[in-house]
């Protein structure tokens, strides 16, 4: 989650997987910690910021293991200690309505309207309302961040996102498409479909995710409330040139966007229960959840997880990002293994997580940077519009280029070739176009699998 998300409000799209640069068998797994941490460090290599990660994985066995870069330290990054697991939140919250929806409580059919607070005014196209179910699979055609979002403190910036501003927010906001129409990933759904939950439930989100969830997961250092319990031993995010960077707080009503925290080890018992190691009293909502509501080639979003159909066995995943963590879950009920990932910084190491839940997933190659020169930096200096109301952004100091998407925090591009950058703090390149006459009109982001175009603004 960046002010995206991933909550995040998301890294640029998603993730990305690149050139394969490890390849065991198409079902090997490691064997115990040590060679998962061989894994974890070879996959460092491909990296240029300081960065420790902790993994953990499942699977016949389950272990932990942590790795960093040459330089780096993380003593409070261990499996026992608290983490910001960001936007995978989301994929919680949709757990919490499957089981809601299990029990009768929940029509993911019925208008989100019907179930927010008389009186309110609420965003619409034409005659086709939002469902329930187009918020849990981003389909809503809410844009990703509220329009009005403008945190006074960057550093702890959903701190005052409360439910007024929230209803505040959907008041003011014009729908780009009709809901239904295609798959936006969306915080601001995902904050609202917190707090309709918990006002469905007569209750709060947060209590409803100790009494619904955790408690029957047997989930017992994890917490959607604001900050971490007293005593708690908390994991240091940092930012990519390694500066402390300090955790940030949601209100409970709309922390399912990004806001539970939990440990290391609490986040791979759920990542067993998810992938079937681990079965339980909400059995019966986990296979609900992980139903496709907005299906797409290769996949699709089930009831908040990232769907991809995999060749031996379908994966599902989501990640999350804050200002000093970024973490990912991943699982694969086909295959039985799972894995859950802390990186203590923006970094994004997604590629690896599902490399070991589905080996055949490539991961992220090193890339060589180049220096092009100061023109032609500022040849891309710039906005380019990906959608309506987001936006990148280009700057540059001196030989230096920088990009922030509209929400999100900046990033260090690097040129591999002319009009050919990429990003080391996740896997994203962008190819930029020109026109006849040789001026750069825009820009093709490739991450995720995907290619999406953005256009030069004015």
Known sequence: MKPDAAMTPSRFLLLSL???ALAPSANAQPADAAALEKLLAARLEAEGSPTCVLAGFAGERHFFAKACTPGASAPTLVPEAWVEIGSVSKALTGLLAAQMAGKGELDIEAAAASLAPPGAKLPSRGESPILVRHLLSHASGLPRMPADFKPTDMANPYATYGREALYASLAATSLARAPGEAIDYSNLGFMWLSELLGRKAGSSYDRLMAERLFAPLDLKDISARAGSPAGAKLAQGHDLARKPVPPWDLPPEVAGVGG?????????KLAESMAGLRPGPLDGAIA?????????????IAWGWVVMERPGGTVYWHNGGTGGMHTMLAFSPDRRRAAWMVVDNPLSLDDLALHLVDPSIPVKKKREAIDLGEAALEEVVGRYEIA?????????EGTRLYTQATGQP?????????DRFFLRAFDAQMHFRRDEAGRITGFVLRQGGRETPARRLP
Request: proline content about 5%; glycine content about 12%; overall charge positive.
């Open 288 to 300: 609900r959840s992980l139903g496709v509501l907005k299906a797409r080639p290769g996949g699709g």
């Open 260 to 268: 539970i925290r939990a440990t290391s080890v609490e986040m791979l």
């Open 410 to 418: 900046r990033f260090e591009a690097f040129a591999e070739a002319k």
């Open 388 to 396: 309506p109301g987001f936006a990148i952004a280009f700057t540059r």
């Open 18 to 20: 690149a050139a394969l």
